[in-house]
């Protein structure tokens, strides 16, 4: 029993960090339209932009700081300079050109701080608390808290604030939101300014436990989207619960299922897209799109 | 340019060209030194390969982020075939069949999602394949990989080991694309532009997205695994490395680099596949990466048909001033990219587009 619950806590601290990262997918898509596959590339970089200011001496809680302004400027301005140009165009241009971003993002570090590990010092001390009889480390909660501390905050964006209205606006209509005096390019800047920020979020609570590479977040982004097909594109709470559902399953499965063990782990969520899309292909909370010819 | 563009049109023309390519296609192996035969050989693994991404990402429109798994899997069945003493021509059945197989379970679930929802599965093709193959290591090798001889040159054809392996390529790989090139510019390739181009107009006129979406996917799987015989033929071996997610990347790049929905441009992106990451690394191997993205964005941006639209793009130059306006669609979609590449080539056909223009290409 104890394992159990030590792997139902580890489950839904990685499945948090999936849930960051859908979450921004999420954001994006809303706004714009486009899937961006580039979202783990950038999370890196800013995991390595974060590194960076530590090695320069600051405390590490002002270093992430640092690096989620600097995350929110540069997702603006890959939507002013890159995206805004492919985001009326075909959607398949447009995957491609995240593509393209998530090569240059990865080659871009890749060259400046090389494919070698870094550690990344952890945010959470490595303690253990005892809870049910199960020793869970310090740092799953911590990773939890801060999911949930980010949903809370989002949802007092796009509920309670100005900003979150003309955001919502804009993502339903842009045109309407145009005509209504929005300033439309600038708030999709911003929609991209805070996915990146909390891929940036996801990318330091993800890094001391993977260590920091270039392709860090390959295998997070695959999970992330495979959140983000369960959980429905149109859901944010949908697609977080979709994140833990996948985070403890394949957790569980590693240990319990012996075929799969820990390598393999990464095909679970994709069993579980194909047993869903074949019953329900709308995601589990998503509504059907209904297109108007 | 009229004139250029009539002399073009003229069935002889045509069908000279045809025969010089042919003739061509066979002297080559004959030419080199057997490095760049070797070359030309994995250009032409590579370019079949991104033929059967153009098949579904090209025509088809649905962009997959997987096309590299089934090489991989091809490759892995020759490899198991070869082993095992089967003979060659039921591997290479089997090296088409169970890719092709694999893919159109695969598109059966993911084409139900409309949209995106194809990338957004297929990524994890690679992503999931590289610890399977490491994981069936009886089939496999693990991760040390496996290798085959079997494409060694029989004693009775007097040719050395690469010329008898670019022969192969050559015969196999221009099999394949002559089909692939039939198949989509006839009633299937049509089918797959409108569901490329709409998928409600393509409902109303009784071509079911799902179906055309599923075949095309299917279609793209056993290329993939032609590919991967032909890597086998050339390469005799593979390691789960061969179907890691960066080479996927890799081979959507070429693909929209060489030109989206184009035969020709399939070429070209497996000469870029293979050539431009050896000039990179004499530049800086660090570099490698940046470098293939900025050039892929690069690309997007100021040539959105792909290289094989860059003749044409000239010519419009010159002849109208500056009158272009690239809209930003690597694939022919919009009426712009479809101009571009109507007239781009001589004896390479253009990608299918609404069907009176196909029609009348059906005869060239």
Redesign the interface.
Known sequence: MGTFIQLVFDGLSTGSIYAALALAIVLVNQATGL?N?AQGGMAVLSAYIAWQFTQWGLPLILAILAAVVVSFAFGALVERW?MR??ER?????A???T??????????C??LW?YNNRLFPSLFPLETVDIFGAAVSVRSIGTIAVLIAIMLLLQLLFIGTKLGLALRAVAINPQSAAFSGLPVGRLLMVGWGLAAVLGALAGVLVAPSLTLT??MM??A??YA??A??LGGLSSPIGVVVAAWLIGILENLAAVYVPFI?H??K??V??IL??VV??VR???LFGRK?V?R? | MSSAASLVQKPWVRWASLAVLVVLLLVIPLLFDATTNATLARIGVFAVAVLGLNVVMGYTGQVSLGQIFFLGLGAYVTAYGVSQDWNIVLVFILACLIPAVAGLLIALAAARLGGLAIAMVTIALPIVGVPLAKRLSEFTGGSQGVSAQFSDAPDWSGLADDQWQLYLVILIGGITFLLTRNLVHGKYGRAFAIVKGNEAVASSMGISPYRYKVLAFTVASLIGGVSGFLYMVVIQYTSPETMSFAHSIQLLASMVIGGAGSILGSVLGGAYYVLVPQLTNIIDPNLTALLQGAILLLVLFVLPGGLVSLPRLWRRRRGKGSGTSPSPLPAPTSEDTVSIALGSRGSTPPPPTPPTESEERQDT
């Open positions: 899937i596959f890159l140009r492919f165009g075909d959607p398949d241009t995957v491609v050109v593509i393209g971003l998530l090569t240059l993002i990865t080659g871009f890749a060259w090389s270039p392709g390959d295998g982004l695959v989207l495979a983000v097909i063990g390598d393999l990464i095909a969520p994709f897209i194909f899309l074949i292909p709308q995601g799109v297109v010819v």
